[in-house]
């Protein structure tokens, strides 16, 4: 998650929705749309963009991969697949299946409380029939796979699901983006800063049960770099502070770092210099961010940020980035929540940003109050609909992850009710 982060921010900004009157030919073509929607169609949802293996006991071997689930050895392994449905019905379902390891196999699909056993022969890939059920409502529907017998060492491997149903359906069906849909849409609220802002501040609270391993809850984005908290694994939690190498490729340098902080290179989506402090953030505990953008006068840009957390009543100095070729205050500014990690891409995770206030270069603080949803090619192409933003309990708010149904629609501004509480902070004493 790097430079692609803004590029994908900056392009869901320019996205404009449109509207018309409808007429009387308009109604018909719509009245005859519904009667195709109507008619049942099959479509194929490949496990390699919809599938995740939701539970497997310790060194469990089954993986999705380019062609779905594969290595399907254990019984206690359950791979869960979703597509979402615009309105309830019923729906048939089948497996693309074929045989590994065993010379048959019997495995069991269970939708909606309903439980299928299919029976899987032979090495060649067929379409096995599993049944038919009743959804009563649309929203994400949940299909699990589990093994119950066979005569050798595989279960099987499936390719695909495929579901026939008169309802239109959503899901991942863009191979050359499976590994964008399984981590999940990316979802920003941008906010607008007067000129010359050179510090900005934010808020930040993950509700308790929502810091997921793989979740970057980033709360101070600027154009260049972002800062903000990370789940990194099951025991290592980050305060990650990082600035991108300038867009003629000069390249970003350290000025200073602060006690425990870890500096280096990232590449992959971009390049540029990464620093973070290795910091055990709790869920359910609000914590402080400040990021700083000061021209040199010599052609750069330093990039700064701090961290506060209620833990230690003091303010941790992260680092100081010399970004070359650049000459600007903050601007560009934004927060964002995604999940790094693929295979983690089915649970969800939610963040709360609030009292956003940008300071001037003459000490002005301005409470910022507006912020603008966006998201991501993944929801903006509908590959994935769990996500959501807005306004909760007066403070912003981003949630994704999960296949919940309540989606809310992408490029549109929400107000929050002014604090009026000017960070306690002196700025010109920060560590």
């Not at 729906?91 to 299919?118: P, Q, Y």
């Not at 040199?296 to 070729?325: L, V």
């Not at 192409?381 to 989606?407: C, E, H, T």
């Amino acid at each position: 998650m790097k430079r692609r982060v803004l590029m994908l921010y900056l392009a869901a900004l320019a996205l404009a929705g449109c509207g018309g009157a409808a007429t009387e030919q308009g109604a018909a073509s719509q009245m005859q749309s519904s009667a195709k929607r109507a008619s049942a169609a099959t479509s194929v949802v490949a496990l390699a963009g919809n599938g995740f293996v939701t539970s497997a006991a310790p060194g469990a071997t089954e993986i999705i991969n380019d062609n779905g689930l594969a290595n399907w050895t254990s019984s206690s392994t359950v791979t869960s697949v979703w597509f979402r449905m615009a309105s309830a019905g019923s729906v048939t379902l089948a497996l693309d299946a074929k045989l590994a390891g065993s010379s048959s196999s019997r495995v069991r699909v269970t939708v909606n409380g309903s439980s299928f056993d299919v029976t899987l022969s032979g090495t060649a890939s067929k379409t096995y029939a599993v049944g038919m059920v009743y959804i009563p409502s649309p929203g994400y529907v949940r299909v699990d796979l589990r093994g119950v017998s066979k005569t050798g060492g595989y279960y099987g491997d499936v390719s695909a699901l495929r579901v026939t149903t008169s309802s239109a359906l959503n899901y991942a069906n863009d191979p050359a983006n499976y590994y964008w849909s399984r981590r999940g849409p990316s979802v920003h609220m941008g906010f607008t800063v007067p000129a010359n802002t050179e510090y900005f501040y934010n808020e930040v609270t993950v509700p308790t049960g929502q810091d997921q391993v793989g979740s970057y809850f980033m709360t101070n984005g600027f154009n260049g770099g972002y800062c903000g908290l990370q789940v990194n694994s099951a025991s290592e939690r980050r305060i990650l502070f990082s600035v991108w190498d300038a867009d003629n490729g000069a390249k970003t340098t350290l000025v200073r770092k602060g006690p425990d902080v870890v500096d280096n290179g990232f590449g992959g989506e971009g390049t540029g210099g990464q620093s973070y402090l290795v910091y055990n953030w709790v869920a359910g505990n609000t914590y402080r961010v400040i990021t700083r953008a000061q021209p040199d006068g010599a052609g750069n840009t330093d990039f700064s940020a701090w961290f506060y957390a209620p833990e230690t009543g003091a303010w941790r100095f992260i680092a100081t980035w010399k970004r070359p070729a650049t000459s600007t205050y903050l601007a560009g500014v934004y927060s964002f929540l995604e999940n790094f990690i693929d295979t983690n891409g089915y649970l969800g995770r939610s963040v709360r940003f609030g009292n956003q206030w940008a300071r001037n270069t003459s000490g002005t603080w301005t409470e910022l109050t507006s912020g603008r949803f966006t998201g991501d090619a993944t929801a903006a192409n509908a590959q994935r609909m769990d996500y959501a933003g807005g306004i909760q309990n007066g403070a912003f708010y981003l949630q994704n992850g999960g296949f919940f149904n309540d989606y809310v629609s992408i490029n549109q501004t929400f107000t929050r009710a002014a604090t009026g509480q000017v960070p306690a902070v002196d700025v010109s004493a920060l560590p």
